[in-house]
């Protein structure tokens, strides 16, 4: 099975993400998670924000674990040396590639971008770095600079070059095209960044795995700045099960890493979101109901089985006599046909005022209530 790299970026892209702040605890216990899920590289941080963020650096480092430790940088010497202090293996050094952001942002040119690749990738060598050259805005730079990049970094020593979609502005086939070309004309290992602006961070993704990239970047539950980076849940089952494609994560583990990220982030996840959402394995409609009891495979498309996870079925507007009258039976009540056809009444009834569907004793009153109603009815009638 062909297979490829995350480089997660939880615990620093997904930190960036505005009112969220990691505790040091809070990042060792990711970071550890991540491990032990399968991750197989993580960017821990930013070393120019500060001795306290080197130190946390330093202290995930010291965990000793079975995978490689990034340092995001600025392509700066101030910055490549807070990085080589603090342990890692690996360092992206960051430039902005589009030409925009080369004038605007650092008033500088291309001709300095190149230089200071050539410049900085050796001391990072020297340091006993590997270098990974981060394209920021890659998607709005021009293709043959962007050649010229993955030259310049590759003839100094890098080992990476990451394709930023920093904007979120790419869509699938252009994500293709571009990697494709990147591809043919680098040895460079390949890393697409992803970011969810238009809601194609894991489409973007898949489309740059597919066109030769080597390595991808994920965060937990999509978290990250504005709307957030490819999720890796999304992204390893995708991958897995769409493209035959393996990233070493134990599916089984995404669960627990989720809920650990949620928690510390502040952010929850959607009762809909795809892979770790609460229902994206619940069933209401009486129709998928019925094909979902008959063989799973009609109506499953992912297996909750992958994640230790099961489908659940629920009452509600949209639900059928068959899946009502199996609810009961759970109860040990048995419908007739009358009873089924009242009961279904009371319930989709309930559902639409009260926003969900009725639990255990909700439907043991609802039951009472019809027999006695019916008590009363045939009493009158006598």
Known sequence: MKSVVI????????????????????KLSIAKQLAETGVKELEVGIPAMGEEECELMRSIVSLRLPIRLLAWARLTECDLLAAAGTGVHMVDLSVPASDIQIGKKLQKDRAWVLAEIARLVPLAREKNLEVCIGCEDASRADNDFLYRIAEAASNAGAMRLRFA??????????????????RERTSLQL???????????????????????????????GLGERAGNAPLEECVLALKNLHAIDTGVDTRKIPKLSRMVEKASGRSVSWQKSVVGGGVFTHESGIHVDGLIKDRKNYEG???EELGRNHSLVLGKHSGRHQLRSSYKKLGIALTDFEASNLLARVRKFSTEYKRGPDKGELYNFY??????LAMYLGGSL
Do not use: C, W
């Open 191 to 221: 890393e697409m960044h992803a970011h969810d602006d238009y809601g194609l961070a894991t489409a973007n993704t898949l489309a740059a795995v597919k066109a030769g990239a080597s390595h991808i970047n994920t965060t937990v539950n």
């Open 302 to 304: 992912l297996n909750p």
């Open 165 to 182: 979609d920093t904007l979120g502005v790419l869509e699938p086939f252009s994500v293709y095209s571009r990697i494709q070309s990147l």
């Open 368 to 373: 009472r209530q019809m027999q006695d109603s």
């Open 7 to 26: 480089d997660d970026t939880t615990l620093r892209d997904g930190e960036q993400s505005a009112g969220v702040a990691f505790t040091p605890e809070e």
